[in-house]
């Protein structure tokens, strides 16, 4: 069964860090891009970062870059969502998808981890 499952969500104050992790399990991870998504409330979900297969390519949204680092352990199986320098505005739900290609449709999507930028 294919999977991926994030975790390391959670409070934290304004300027404060955060990692995410996105765990694949039933697949092989490099052979996959791998992308982060968020959602806030009552708002559309918008891409925030993908990084391809091997890690050598990334890419970031305006609103994170310099902030947000995308990175992944091939060997673990898992991909990572350094979060530095939180706002408010970063709270919302984290997703993590894979897919052939940055770019490309997403194949399959976790079940999401809550992040809570406040003071």
């Known amino acids: 069964q294919l999977q991926l499952v994030e975790s390391g969500g959670g409070l934290v104050q304004p300027g404060g860090s955060l990692r995410l992790s996105c765990a694949a399990s039933?697949?092989?991870?490099?052979?996959?891009?791998i992308g982060w998504f968020r959602q806030a409330p009552g708002k559309e979900r918008e891409g925030v970062s993908c990084?391809?297969?091997?890690?050598?390519?990334?890419n970031y949204a305006d609103s994170v870059k310099g902030r947000f680092t995308i990175s992944r352990d091939n060997a673990k199986n898992t991909a990572y969502l350094q979060m530095n320098s939180l706002k408010p505005e970063d709270t919302a739900v984290y997703y993590c998808?894979?897919?052939?290609?940055?770019?490309?449709?997403?194949?399959?999507w976790g079940q999401g981890t809550q992040v809570t930028v406040s003071s």
């Open positions: 998808a894979h897919t052939r290609v940055c770019g490309s449709a997403w194949i399959d």
């Open positions: 039933g697949f092989t991870l490099d052979d996959y891009a």
């Open positions: 990084a391809s297969n091997s890690g050598g390519s990334t």
